[in-house]
């Protein structure tokens, strides 16, 4: 946002990123606030000056801007809410408003994680990419952790609940979820915070993870890698499309990733093979049509161990269990998934201010898991550890359609952005498993001795679940000059049913719900935004106990903020503060994981974010949370802190390239991340410690070429990341190592 009406004016170029993908981008006009215009003439010059542009960009040919090529600084033109980002700082989004929204006008906490974030900082999943975020962890159970679960965010998890794909949920059942897809496949993560049922319908209280998938692009582009490093890692991975005419009506992408690895924990296995194919069509300037794909195959073993916490919290007998240790029976130990994902986003104008969306996709996934798994001691003293074997398959089937009416319309003094919709999710899963059994079910944690035999015995789990939804919700944004306002409301009917294979049972349930939200701003001329929203969440869920269905959770958060965007800087800080409170809460306490609800958590605290790209090859990424979480209902645990729930989160990244000189396009930076002390167990009998771990990057562009090494946890440090009970605690990543040669043309 710029000062306004001044007789003075100056240019100030901001070209930002890192050198590999340098380009000029539009110059940024700051007007000194010498003489300031009539508000009314201020205000006519602005929508007609809005109205130009917009029709004549809808008068222009399809250009989307090449990965590399697009502009993110404050007053620049060319970022969509979906499209790519040159830096750290995004300045649009669509995920929290499903319209296209500069996030300094949005009243909610967003955060955004770019592809050049995940790149610099070698974030290889999705849980590594969020490593730097402000009061949300994708990796809760250590980075080792190849089923991808621990998503938390505001002290919630969100593992299940929480996961978008360009807009659309993709839900989860008991054994699996979708949290692993590839990080090269986005172009785009966002975190949207808090509740957010008005827009989504059927979503976490925490918030949601939207991966937002790349598109086709107008520019021909290229880019194939090589990669290798620790845990005798070796991957590809390729990006490449432009149009596919003269007339440039059609536009095709396609990304793959082929990878071959194990873990830090001895036996496992890390493979996978990622491909996603993205075509374009746009017959005419109103008419877009992107028709999407996935296909990820991946062949891993099983990173969690389920150790006890003596030995791996506090030394036994001055003993620690190693982190390569490995609980399991060898040639019994896979964590196998296949998904693949299909649908089409599309749109259509009818006039400049009347727009038709609709996003449909089908999700598909299958898993099969073995293991042997730590149980606790039986001679703690000794160091034998029980283990208890399972196999177990799961298929679960999703299709989503979002059908948009968006218009913009103008009522006395009060311009609207009104937004109505229409969306439908049927959800299908089937559980199966087995009890396994070994000739050895003890081992040696100091010492171990593997067996290999093993005997799969009888059905322990069949169940199946079928879940139908229909929403219909509406939304207006309202601005009064720079005052704005957010309305919106939703309608849900829910239909769940489950059938228990092992009892012959079959039970259903309807649900339905009204959730809203509201919040207002206001937007000074110096960039400093402050707000304040409230929004409810709604969530049939999909887990069962015992058979039997569970009662939907529901949510309430107060939110009060401040976004700054500094004049003439490519840069974004937020402050946000949070009062979330939700109910029937759905947990896995151990040893038997099976769902229970357990009342009600509050969850208070405070988060900082900041995110910069500079005009002389610096990126800086600072956030900083304070949660308070606490169990407010339950039969045993009221007053008490969830598991795995740190009280203080900070981190901080920066890298930096240099511009000029015979080292020009030397990168250099690393990042400190800090998690606070947790609990261990429901009952808060002991805590997991603190940790504070370092990252580093090192790399060199020149002409098409990029070399880098990354490397996290560099002082390859020791420690737990979460314990859920005193047999059920995790080791998180230790050192890795990855260097990476690019080619881009």
Not at 157 to 186: C, E, K, Q, W
Request: proline share 5%; aromatic share 12%.
């Amino acid at each position: 946002m710029l000062f306004l009406g001044a007789v003075s004016t100056f240019s100030l170029v901001v070209p930002i990123g890192s050198v590999e993908a340098q380009t000029q981008i539009p110059a940024v006009t700051v007007e000194a606030p010498a003489q300031r215009a009539r508000p009314a003439a201020i205000a006519s010059s602005r929508r007609a000056a809005a109205t130009r542009t917009a029709r004549a960009a809808r008068r222009a040919p399809a250009q989307q801007p090449a990965p590399t090529q697009s502009a993110s600084s404050n007053g620049a033109t060319g970022e969509r809410a979906n499209g790519p980002v040159r830096g750290f700082v995004a300045t649009r989004s669509g995920t929290a408003t499903k319209t296209d929204t500069p996030l300094i006008e949005t009243p909610q906490s967003v955060s955004v994680i770019t592809t050049d974030q995940i790149r610099n900082q070698g974030a290889v999943s999705i849980g590594e990419a969020l490593r730097y975020t402000a009061g949300v962890s994708g990796d809760v159970n250590g980075g080792s952790d190849t089923r991808f679960g621990g998503l938390q965010i505001r002290g919630f998890d969100m593992t299940m609940p929480g996961l978008y794909i360009d807009g659309l949920r993709i839900p989860s059942s008991n054994y699996v979820h979708f949290n692993g897809l590839d990080p090269y496949g986005a172009e785009r993560i966002e975190v949207l915070k808090g509740p957010s049922s008005a827009m989504y319908g059927g979503s976490g209280t925490g918030g949601i993870l939207n991966y937002v998938t790349k598109l086709p692009t107008a520019q021909q582009f290229g880019e194939v890698s090589i990669s290798g490093g620790s845990f005798n890692r070796y991957q590809g991975q390729f990006d490449m499309g432009g149009p596919a005419n003269k007339e440039g009506t059609v536009l095709w992408r396609l990304t793959g990733v082929v990878r071959d690895g194990q873990t830090q924990v001895d036996f496992s296995k890390d493979n996978r093979v990622f491909i996603a194919p993205a075509v374009t069509f746009k017959p005419n300037e109103d008419t877009t049509l992107t028709l999407l794909a996935n296909y990820q195959r991946d062949r891993a073993g099983w990173g969690l161990q389920f150790l006890p916490a003596s030995g791996t919290v506090w030394p036994n007998n001055g003993r620690t269990i190693p982190v390569s240790f490995f609980a399991g029976v060898p040639g019994f130990d896979a964590f196998n998934t296949e998904i693949a994902t299909a649908g089409y986003q599309l749109s259509h104008n009818f006039t400049d201010n009347i727009t038709f969306r609709q996003n449909l996709r089908y999700a598909y996934q299958h898993n099969e898991e073995k293991v042997f798994y730590g149980g606790g001691y039986t001679n703690e003293a000794a160091g034998q550890l029980a283990r208890y074997g399972s196999y177990s398959n799961s298929y679960i089937n999703s299709f989503a359609v979002d059908n948009q009416l968006q218009g913009k319309f103008t009522t006395g003094m009060l311009s609207h952005t009104t937004l109505v919709g229409v969306d439908y999710r049927n959800t299908s899963f089937r559980d199966t498993a087995f009890g396994v059994t070994t000739s050895s079910p003890e081992i040696n944690v100091f010492n171990p001795n593997y067996s290999y035999d093993y005997v799969i015995g009888t059905m322990s789990d069949n169940t199946g679940v079928k879940q139908s939804q229909v929403g219909v919700y509406a939304q207006d944004q309202i601005k009064l000059g720079r005052l704005s306002f957010q309305l919106g409301g939703r309608q849900d009917f829910v239909t769940t049913q489950v059938d228990n294979g092992l009892a012959n049972t079959t039970a259903s349930k309807d649900a339905s719900a009204f959730t809203g939200r509201a919040a207002v701003m206001y937007n000074f001329d110096n960039g400093i935004a402050p707000y304040f929203s409230y929004s409810e969440s709604f969530l049939p869920v999909l887990a069962t106990a015992s058979g039997q269905l569970l009662s939907p959770e529901t949510g309430v958060q107060y939110e009060v903020g401040v976004k700054y965007q500094p004049l003439g800087w490519n840069a974004l800080f937020t402050f946000a503060a949070f009062d979330l409170t939700r109910d029937n809460v759905v947990t896995y306490p151990p040893p038997t994981f099976v769902a229970e609800q357990t009342g009600q958590v509050k969850s208070r605290g405070v988060e900082l974010e900041g995110t910069m790209s500079l005009a002389d090859g610096w990126n800086l990424r600072a956030a900083y949370a304070y949660v308070d979480a606490v169990v407010t209902q339950d039969p045993v645990n009221v007053g008490k802190a969830p598991v795995t729930v740190p009280l203080n989160r900070a981190s901080l990244w920066s890298d930096y390239t240099l511009q000029t000189g015979p080292l020009a396009g030397l990168q250099f930076g690393g990042g400190i991340r800090h998690v606070g002390a947790t609990w261990g167990d429901d009952s808060n009998t002991f805590k997991v410690g603190a940790s504070t771990v370092l990252d580093a990057l090192l790399a060199y562009t020149r002409d098409n070429w990029r070399l880098s090494l990354n490397v996290t946890n560099l002082a390859d440090t020791r420690y737990v990341a979460a314990c859920y009970s005193l047999s059920g605690c995790f080791y998180a990543e230790g050192r890795k190592a990855i260097g990476r040669l690019t080619y881009r043309w």
